[in-house]
């Protein structure tokens, strides 16, 4: 298993809808995740960070992670086409001085 | 506020040629990181310099050297470059290894 898994999609989903994106994880990396937004062409983003389990919400985000499920998800509510790009969820390494990330979701949100 | 600068934007080389990629951050951080980025490959950890003064291999060294020239500065060198080393690549910065990272805008690099 890699350390941390993702589902390339893309994932579609309809203006207004919840988008939810997925990410596991092995036990090689620590508990500390974070969400990153890229759209094409760009740089990665940081736009969450979840080191603790349960629910982290921040405007229309919302981090979720459960550790005795090794997943840590990303919840996008009233999604808009300017919520298209593709989400790379990634995790420190065991070592804890390496951060590794997936392969990332391509979110495609259609008016 | 520029965050982290990366020059060139893009490059055309030709096999076997040499160059270096520039990297600063302006946020007073302490670890500096590059990546490469290709398609179906996600980032990938090229090296990194967790302090000034100090700097790792990460998951794909070969090829390339690092100068951490002060804390504000860490530098990519291709010294013999390949059509393999065709790729996107990002450096990035965070206040200490165990702290997000910030990414800078990119070099797209070609080897003909």
């Known amino acids: 298993q890699k350390e941390v898994e993702q589902n390339s999609g893309p994932l579609s989903v309809p203006e207004g809808a919840i988008a939810s994106l997925n990410c596991t994880y092995s036990?090689?990396?620590?508990?500390?995740f974070f969400w990153y937004r890229q759209y094409s062409g760009k740089s990665p983003e940081l736009i969450m960070s979840i080191y603790s389990n349960g629910d982290k919400e921040d405007g229309r985000f919302t981090a979720q992670l459960n550790k005795a499920s090794q997943y840590v998800s990303l919840l996008i509510r009233d999604s808009q086409p300017s919520d298209s790009a593709t989400y790379l969820c990634?995790?420190?390494?065991?070592?804890?001085?390496?951060?590794?990330f997936g392969a990332g979701t391509r979110l495609a949100v259609h008016p | 506020n520029a965050g982290v600068t990366q020059t060139p934007k893009f490059q055309v080389l030709k096999t076997g040629q040499s160059m270096t990629l520039q990297c600063a951050q302006d946020?007073?951080?302490?670890?500096m990181y590059w990546y490469r980025q290709d398609p179906g490959m996600g980032l990938r950890l090229i090296y990194y310099?967790?302090?000034?003064?100090?700097?790792d291999k990460g998951e794909v060294p070969n090829g390339y050297n690092v100068s951490r020239l002060n804390k504000r500065e860490f530098s990519l060198r291709l010294e013999s470059a390949a059509p393999s080393q065709t790729s996107v690549y990002f450096c990035?910065?965070?206040?200490?290894?165990?702290?997000?990272?910030?990414f800078g805008d990119g070099t797209r690099l070609s080897i003909l």
């Open positions: 946020m007073n951080h302490n670890s």
């Open positions: 310099s967790a302090s000034e003064g100090t700097t």
């Open positions: 990634a995790a420190f390494s065991g070592g804890y001085n390496k951060l590794i």
């Open positions: 036990d090689r990396v620590s508990q500390s």
């Open positions: 990035a910065s965070s206040e200490a290894w165990d702290q997000p990272q910030h």
